[in-house]
Nanobody, 126 residues
Framework: QVQLVESGGGLVQAGGSLRLSCAASGRTFRSYAMGWFRQAPGKEREFVATISWSGGSTHYADSVKGRFTISRTNAKNTVYLQMNSLKPEDTAVYYC???????????????????WGQGTQVTVSS
């Protein structure tokens, strides 16, 4: 079992930046892909970004390409989401998720993920 804890959320003005962190613990001896998802009020949870265990393969939702960057430090079992040029529509609860997988696998499919964090609130003001 993998336990995930997100941090770094907060209130920021449009155009500003935030860096989210996701710390993993537990049975981390197995390799796993990581993903970030978000859920805005009244909307379903949607995919944001994913990264492979190796850290060399990434994929982003079209809505965040060029603005968000996902990265991974495997030795520290930590995944980051650097969010730049934030927009009010980025306001949501952000969740990190883990999926047991090979070194180069990644996925944007929510149902494929095995473990989820509790979420961290990101609010972008106009």
């Amino acid at each position: 079992q993998v336990q995930l804890v997100e941090s770094g959320g907060g209130l920021v003005q449009a155009g500003g930046s935030l860096r989210l962190s996701c710390a993993a613990s537990g049975r981390t001896f197995r390799s796993y892909a990581m993903g970030w998802f978000r859920q805005a009020p009244g909307k379903e949870r949607e995919f944001v970004a994913t990264i492979s265990w190796s850290g060399g393969s990434t994929h982003y939702a079209d809505s965040v390409k060029g603005r968000f960057t996902i990265s991974r430090t495997n030795a520290k079992n930590t995944v980051y989401l650097q969010m730049n040029s934030l927009k009010p529509e980025d306001t949501a609860v952000y969740y990190c998720a883990a999926k047991y997988s090979g070194s180069y696998y990644y996925t944007e499919v929510e149902r494929e993920y095995d473990y989820w964090g509790q979420g961290t609130q990101v609010t972008v003001s106009s």
